[in-house]
């Protein structure tokens, strides 16, 4: 089957710098992805990795290393707004092309 | 802008009730999927259809089965609902698996 682990709270204060980790187990995998939710709302695409390396979009960037079957969310001057859950996410095929998520980690931001 | 609709935001039904939630994406993808979110159990994978009248099985499917007959249009039926199902809903679909997926906003089913 497939696992993926993240840490399940993170605390920071406005203006620092935050990274979410990600470990996962899966045969057949495609790539990762990162997922913020707010409270009440819909999950909405942050980033996805294929390849090792940085994906860099404004103050999120988002890493892969498929050898260590591990990934990370790096936000950068956190604000206030960016309080909520963040999910990775796996593609995998595994009898079918899929997308499996984490438990998600909950992110605090104070003033 | 690209919309993925779910056809109620809220539903209280009775235990045995048979259930029907729907979804609909209007972006011509051929993925999609349908998870439940329960607190800090994240999102976990019921259903998913990569083509019209196919279907997969997630990881929880049990109780649970759904029909493509469009490819806009995933419902996921509960055959018979019972209180463990009390759950908020979420649809998604996406072009490529793991690449951007796009969600509904959810359906929070109450089973009483």
């Known amino acids: 089957g497939q696992s993926l682990e993240q840490p399940s709270e993170v605390t920071a204060v406005e203006g620092a710098i935050v990274q979410i980790n990600c470990t996962y187990q899966t045969s057949g995998f495609y790539g990762l992805s990162w997922y913020q939710q707010h409270d009440g709302g819909a999950p909405t695409f942050l980033s996805y990795n294929a390849l090792d390396g940085l994906e860099e979009t404004g103050r999120f960037s988002s890493f892969l290393s498929r050898s260590d079957s591990y990934g990370y969310l790096l936000l950068q001057e956190l604000q206030m707004k960016d309080s909520a859950s963040y999910f990775c996410?796996?593609?995998?095929?595994?009898?079918?092309?899929?997308?499996?998520f984490g438990a998600g980690t909950r992110l605090f931001v104070k003033a | 802008d690209v919309k993925v609709t779910q056809s109620s935001r809220y539903l209280v039904k009775r235990t045995g009730e048979k259930v029907f939630l729907e979804c609909v994406q209007d972006m011509d993808h051929e993925n999609m999927f349908w998870y439940r979110q329960d607190p800090g159990l994240g999102l976990r994978l019921i259903y998913f259809?990569?083509?019209?009248?196919?279907?997969e099985k997630g990881d929880i499917p049990e109780g649970y089965s759904v029909s493509r007959e469009k490819k806009e249009r995933f419902s996921l039926i509960l055959e018979s609902a019972s209180t463990n199902q009390t759950s908020m809903y979420l649809c998604a679909s996406c072009l490529r698996v793991a690449t951007e997926a796009f969600f509904g906003q959810g359906t929070r089913l109450t089973v009483v």
């Open positions: 259809s990569y083509d019209v009248k196919m279907k």
């Open positions: 996410a796996v593609g995998a095929n595994t009898g079918g092309f899929k997308t499996i």
